[in-house]
């Protein structure tokens, strides 16, 4: 058996990803047919959002126009940068499709893993998520963002909610978490059963009732996604309709394509805070290119886009239209278009979608309290 070079784990992903063995060893499927209503989003479009269990049932609810609910979580901890953004694009989309949102604020995990700051933890999740979410597109009616370690005001939905991460527990095993984790510890125990209440809390009577639910993640998140779909179906005061996930490719870091985005690493992403002159040091200095060792062989060899971060950020975010991005490709392959000349355009892509962006942020503060009701 061929020896895996990478590892996936909601702590940790390292080495070259193979999509095709990734879905393999999670027991993904391909996502392949989709509402056309999908193509107006390049994620989907291009193949960005790449896996998938039990799509079907969601598209089906979207094709009858009936009731869903969409739930993601946030880890409030460092940057809002471009691989957040593709989650929270998602968000907005199905916001626009119709969905109830269900935002979990997953901060009693990021106390146990990451920083013991609570106040610090609430203040990030605002100022640096949430406030993006809004300036993205995000709308408060249609919305229930919330923080695990306060889940509400309402006694009675805050009772259901952390009663039901209690119950849950009976119906998993420590072997169960050793086998999806690996090692594990008390804190990622409770962590993980407190996101198995976020995925399907939605259902209790005290919220919505029985509804089916899409949970779109990054591929690390799937460990979170197998244990809550495995135990919903044997905790029997429910009945539970079974979730459904989307799986998103890791957006790469500035560093190369088999990189991940840090926020514990400045210099491996684009924050939605970013300044132009930031920017455009960042993409200058520490994008990865594609391109050859001399302006010579590169006009006579040509580019690999494959491999180029600036190709792939155009490809997943900032060249909306198909027939451009591939005029893009065809250049770069054939040495007709420098690597200089493909950062150049997407630093005024990323630039102009700043400006805007940040002067929507400044609207969105104005907005927060229609969102946090805690």
Known sequence: MKKRT??????EVSGKIDYDNLISDFGLRPLKFLPKVFNKLPLFRRGIVFAHRDFKRIADVIEDKKKFVMMTGLMPFGKFHFGHMAVANQIVFYQSLGAKIYLAVADVEAYNTRNPDMKELRETAIEEYLTNYIALGLKPNNCDFYFQS????HGKKANAYYSLANLLARHATFNEFKAIYGEISPGKMISALLQASDMLHAQLPEFENPVPIIVPVGADQDPHLRLARDISQRIKLYKFIQLSSTYLKFIPGLKGVNTKMSSSDSNSYIALTDSPETVTTKIKKHAFSGGRGSVTEHRKLGGNPDVDVSFQYLRMFFEPNDKKLKK????????????????????????????KHQKARKDARKKLKKFIYH
């Open 6 to 11: 990478f590892k996936v784990t909601p702590w």
């Open 150 to 153: 306060q889940r509400s005001k």
């Open 328 to 355: 893009i490709e065809d250049d770069y392959k054939s040495g007709a278009l420098l690597t200089s000349e493909l950062k150049e355009y997407l630093i005024k892509k990323i630039n102009s979608f700043l400006d």
